[in-house]
């Protein structure tokens, strides 16, 4: 008789307890009547690959990876898909049979999917989009935008020296203005996107002059805490359609989860308030 292993999955960051993904996919595996767990492993930068090498010995199938190793397992993994090295960070690991580490990037995905369930009536094609931030998450909100068509993406960033390398990464479509100039550019935005942390409890607000918002503009903050930031409520009052950020960090989850488990699972109002929780 073959032994049935339940599969394990977790969380990889340092530190992690604010993650929110033990929550989530705890309630997938509840929903979906799964065997299968899910944790959280706070482990320190120079422990990472050792540890990460021995988890498939101990059950895991898969992990997700948070701050700050996003890019460092870009130097353990065996198997990189060609979205992660675009992005030059993974935030989903699956361990294969054969031990090797496959590392892709879902945080594009999470973006789109999050973006296309609250604004349904975005046309990416129907002008720039103006992305505020060029850290990790802006690579992958700016290779997402890039695939689906947007003609032309502004970027703008505190140190011009990162918005400059992304512009070399990911060429012409993207113009680099300077981060005095950002309340000038989001005049021409159709969307607008803020993916740095400010504007997130504990941190500086997001300065950035709304007025010349346009009311058929969408404004999406990848700050998900607090779920309503001042730039959302700016660009609510200004007429516009917002989406928040909670809704990328649940869709980000669905491939692993799938991958993991064997079940797609479905990003709902219940599994909103599982996250919140």
């Known amino acids: 008789m073959t032994e049935h292993k339940i599969p394990l999955a977790g969380v990889i960051g340092h530190p992690i307890v604010h993650s929110r993904s033990p929550r989530l996919h705890r309630h997938w595996l509840q929903t979906y009547g799964l065997d299968g767990h899910y944790i959280p492993m706070d482990v320190a930068p120079e422990n990472l690959e050792q540890v990460l090498r021995s988890l498939p010995k101990a059950g895991f199938v898969g992990v997700n990876i948070t701050v700050p190793h996003k890019e460092a397992v870009m130097q353990i993994a065996d198997q990189i898909t ?27 995905y999470g973006f789109m999917e999050n ?12 002008g720039p989009s103006v992305v505020l931030g060029a850290g990790g998450a802006s690579r992958a909100v700016v290779s997402a935008l890039c695939e689906v068509g947007v003609p032309e993406i502004i970027l703008t960033n505190r140190t011009r ?13 993207i113009r680099v203005v300077e981060w005095v100039q950002a309340g000038n550019v989001i005049e021409e935005a159709k969307l607008v996107v803020n993916t740095t942390s400010l504007g997130m409890m504990g941190q500086r607000e997001l300065r950035v002059p709304l007025d010349g918002l346009q009311k058929d503009a969408v404004v999406t903050d990848l700050v998900y805490a ?5 730039l959302l409520l700016e660009a609510e009052e200004a ?17 692993g989860f799938e991958r993991w488990f064997g079940e797609r699972p479905a990003v709902d109002s219940a599994t909103r308030a599982a996250a919140l929780r």
Do not use: Y
């Open 239 to 255: 007429g516009c359609v917002t989406v928040d950020g909670l809704g990328m960090l649940l869709h980000q989850a669905v491939p």
């Open 226 to 230: 607090p779920l309503k930031t001042n």
């Open 161 to 173: 020296l990162r918005a400059d390398k992304l512009r070399e990464d990911f060429g012409q479509r």
């Open 115 to 126: 973006l296309r369930a609250g604004a349904p009536d975005w046309d990416p094609t129907s």
């Open 82 to 108: 060609d979205r992660a090295t675009l992005i030059g960070a993974a935030n989903t690991l699956i361990f294969l049979p054969d031990g090797k580490i496959h590392a892709d990037n879902t945080d594009g």
